[in-house]
């Protein structure tokens, strides 16, 4: 695993070697990571559904990381990356900026593994998610999303304070927990054709393909991207990151610019293709998993399901295994998106 | 097993022995069902949330009903009542009135059994609802709910076209295939203190207490009813069957007006106690599934729950079992409800 985020000299000329290896991450870290996360993290159910099955023409396996721990796949990469660091790393601290997701997946990781959490939020985030992330015992500090650079302002902190940043999604520690979804799916299901994975900067589907393709060569890994926010589908067009507009939809947890440096390393060889969902068919399969599946997913969740839904993609008569991302979707929100 | 719906001579005379014994269905009735089950549902999941034990102070698992075949834990009974019918009286057809959880569950079970459905629905029934009873080929009649005596109208089409009626809950294969939920849930749990259950006519709570109290004989279980639907507490204290108006909740599936007269026969005896909830607790516990557990639960489904939030049973570091007994809520009664 390249980690070039630790401090360790004593695995330097190993990390370096590693840098240099062709991929950015192997089956081997994903393993790794998945004993980490043993004890902590219980396998998410995987779901299947007649209804679903009879829709697409094909045998689906949607993994559940809505039950996760935190409510999302994101506590599998902070957990990781946090159980990574040195005794002396966590006692100082770690920290991280979201106004989503990863907020609460460092939040909680870091509590679990004696650490300390700070959280750059906006200043504007819904009050639930910044109660969430204090809930779990982090330090938040709020910004102006429109003044001030959190990436400035992370630096600054983990300089001032001696604390270890914990990216969303571009890291080896980060990418390899995110792949245990991945690793998981196919240890439980077995031999799957297609490998259907929610793309915002990359971690998830980078991990997931490098466990899936490791395990089974064959296999077709797809990416679902909000229409708006097809960054890493342009990317992978013309062979190098493209950056647009940050995208505007409902699935908050997608709008990303430009893809990750490493996890576009690793996308660009194992990803077969990125079809793109609207918000329309996003709501359509949220309404889909909420009434005959009953369970909640949140937009960015719902875009694997969504794209299979709106048949996006042509999976008649194969075994397809489909992330479903995260669950972290308050009511007021749900009412409002599918009213 | 009191099996007086069946018309097989053979086995009359053992059936009498066993009318005249003191329990109305013992455990062996109930693994009987949970083997003829096994084949066509899948046992639904137990879930845990810390959020709900440190809430309650107890450990709680939640029985997940919803996730059952055709959205409720009745399928269990339907399929179990129709299983044990003659080869000729299945390909005559069966008859039920419902309309809501028994309706499709009796459609699919007859479905499955390759028997022929007809269902009694009123007029007024969600247009949804019909159509899912209709969807696993079941033949839908209206009637006219103000104006028509729906029991008499079953009997009628019973007769004429010698059709088996399949009661809701009053009835001693249904009553076993409904207890295999606690079977279920004992068996994959191991030791608990007690068992919360959603209390309409009565079929559930008396299967699961049966299979509950035989395998942990000193098991508490607790009987939840909506407050103005208290019929089966009313029954227990007086030591006789009550009847109360047709209860006004949002828990539909609970709006009985008098306990069945087997299942009161064995919840006289094997149930601890009741506890009321209102409607407005059953929407808290609505939205606490929704957006801490991330599942979708009808109002009946979400009473147990309702009333261990709402403090109704000291339930303080104890091992509790609760069944979520169902999740058909569509979209729009789930938006009105929790605007």
């Given at each position: 695993m390249n980690s070039w985020h630790s401090s360790r000299a004593d695995r330097g000329a190993h990390r370096l070697a590693n840098c240099l290896q062709?991929?950015?991450?192997s089956i081997a870290d994903v393993r790794r990571a998945a004993d980490s996360l043993r004890s902590v993290a219980g396998a998410t159910p995987v779901l299947t559904s007649r209804t679903l099955d009879r829709r697409t023409g094909a045998e689906l396996f949607l993994k559940a990381e809505l039950f996760q721990r935190s409510g999302s796949f994101k506590f599998r990469g902070a957990y990781s990356r946090i159980s990574s660091l040195s005794a002396r790393q966590r006692s100082r601290g770690v920290v991280a900026y979201s106004s989503g997701n990863h907020a609460q997946a460092v939040a909680l990781a870091a509590s679990l593994l004696g650490s300390k959490a700070v959280i750059l939020m906006p200043r504007d985030a819904p009050a639930g998610k910044v109660a969430a992330t204090r809930s779990y015992g982090a330090e938040v500090i709020e910004y102006d999303r429109y003044g001030e650079e959190r990436e400035t302002l992370a630096s600054g902190l983990a300089e001032e304070r001696e604390l270890v940043l914990v990216p969303p999604y571009d890291d080896a520690h980060v990418m390899a927990g995110q792949g245990t979804v991945g690793l998981e799916l196919v240890e439980h299901?077995?031999?799957?054709?297609d490998l259907v994975v929610p793309v915002g900067g990359g971690g998830l589907i980078a991990g997931c393909a490098t466990a899936a393709k490791s395990l089974l060569p064959r296999i077709r890994v797809v990416g679902v991207e909000p229409a708006s926010g097809d960054d890493t589908r342009r990317s992978l067009e013309r062979g190098e990151r493209a950056a647009i507009p940050v995208p505007r939809t409902i699935a908050d947890g997608l709008q990303v610019a430009t893809p990750g440096e490493m996890t576009f390393e690793v996308n660009r060889r194992l990803v077969d293709g990125i079809v793109t969902v609207t918000d329309e068919e996003i709501v359509g399969a949220m309404a889909f998993l909420f009434e005959r599946m009953k369970i909640v997913v949140e937009p960015s969740g719902a875009v694997a399901v969504a794209a299979l839904l709106a048949e996006k993609l042509d999976v008649s008569g194969r075994r397809v295994g489909a992330i479903l991302?995260?669950?972290?979707?308050?009511l007021r929100r749900f009412q409002e998106l599918l009213a």
């Open positions: 062709a991929t950015v991450i299901i077995g031999d799957l054709d991302s995260g669950g972290n979707v308050d």
